[in-house]
């Protein structure tokens, strides 16, 4: 590498450096703000003083705006986080999350818990954790005993009959539902929202989402060498099917234990990971850090709107829908995209 190309590697990478903190200082201002942003005493920004002298407003920040927020910040990571993920390992642009069975076992298992098991929402919470892994694991062994195509191959049809299994569960669950009572809270769950969080809700998924955060945030490194065919990410000293599992694993068991929490969530992991790809290219040393950043930004800015702008709250998966295919239609439609994993 001539002295000259050294320098524009050098200089590109602190631009990048400098990029990624300018986003975690945004976000830091953006949840600063969002604590006194609501609807109490009136809609908008309320006074910093008031927390010392309200004491139910002090309770309502910290009680159910913080956890809120939280879980809000950890959702959009994790699910931004876990498409560049699956994008990158399965070279193609398009998957997301709710790939592997992971969002349709959630949403199968709280509808079961809902028309089956009384409906109580820890019950809700463990059925939808339950089946996300389960869909998973149902995933990963048909693929196993497929005898068609490569590796990602088999896991992609494996991922695609095993989600449609859960959907067509959860349409004979909502068909013998009762319409009046557990209708209604069956489509309220598959909405999204972040209005049920508490701190013992977010206590208790918060090991597993910060353990797979962790995994994900050391394995960059890696992850552009496992991007590559088998035969040249072995050369290169990986061991592909192994770490290809650590990683998979690693982005799914965080996504199973938020979406157990906020109901199903789309769009996020698909379109943060191409808007990093604009700023940063394909580097995960540095694109994953600034997608878990962006995605962060993006979730909880649609979930002060989704809190703030009527009376009624607004389900989270609404807003991120209606955003999101925008910005994808925006992105997919400009001149300079690039169509590159």
């Known amino acids: 590498m001539s002295e000259l190309t050294l320098r524009a590697v050098i200089a590109r990478n602190a631009r990048r450096q400098r990029l990624i903190g300018l986003l975690a200082a945004g976000l830091v201002a953006l949840l600063a703000l969002s604590i006194l942003l609501g609807r109490y005493p009136a809609p908008g920004l309320m006074p910093w003083s008031r927390l010392q002298e309200d004491e139910l407003a002090a309770r309502l920040v910290l009680n159910l705006r913080i956890p809120r927020l939280l879980a809000a910040l950890l959702l959009g990571m994790t699910l931004s986080a876990a498409g560049m993920v699956f994008q990158l390992l399965f070279s193609n642009p398009l998957v997301e999350p709710g790939f592997l069975a992971v969002s349709p076992g959630a ?5 079961f818990a809902i028309v089956l098991l009384g409906g109580g929402a820890l019950m809700t919470q463990a059925s939808a954790a339950a089946f996300a892994l389960a869909g998973l694991g149902f995933s990963y062994l048909m693929a196993r005993r497929l005898r068609f195509g490569g590796w990602v191959l088999r896991l992609v049809l494996a991922g695609i009959a095993v989600s449609a299994l859960f959907s067509a569960g959860v349409g004979l669950l909502k068909y013998i539902a009762d319409p009046l009572t557990q209708l209604p809270e069956i489509t309220f769950w598959l909405l999204g929202s972040l209005a049920s969080i508490t701190w013992p809700k977010l206590l208790s998924v918060l090991p597993a989402v910060m353990l797979g955060l962790c995994i994900v945030l050391l394995f960059r490194w890696r992850l552009n060498v496992l991007s590559l065919n088998e035969e040249t990410a072995f050369s290169l000293g990986a061991a ?102």
Do not use: K
Not at 107 to 111: E, K, L
Not at 293 to 313: K, M, P, Q, W, Y
């Open 107 to 111: 949403a199968f298992g709280a509808a």
């Open 240 to 341: 592909p099917n192994r770490e290809r599992l650590v990683l998979i694993v690693a982005a799914v068991v965080p996504t199973a234990a938020l979406i157990s929490i906020s109901g199903m969530v789309s769009w996020i992991g698909l379109i943060v990971p191409h808007i990093t790809r604009r700023l940063f290219d394909a580097d995960t040393r540095f694109g994953l850090p600034a997608t878990m950043l962006i995605g962060g930004i993006f979730t909880v800015l649609c979930d002060n709107t989704a809190r703030v702008s009527l009376a009624g709250e607004i389900p989270l998966g609404i807003l991120t829908s209606l955003l999101g295919a925008l910005i994808f239609l925006g992105l997919m439609t400009a001149q300079q995209f690039r169509s590159q994993p």
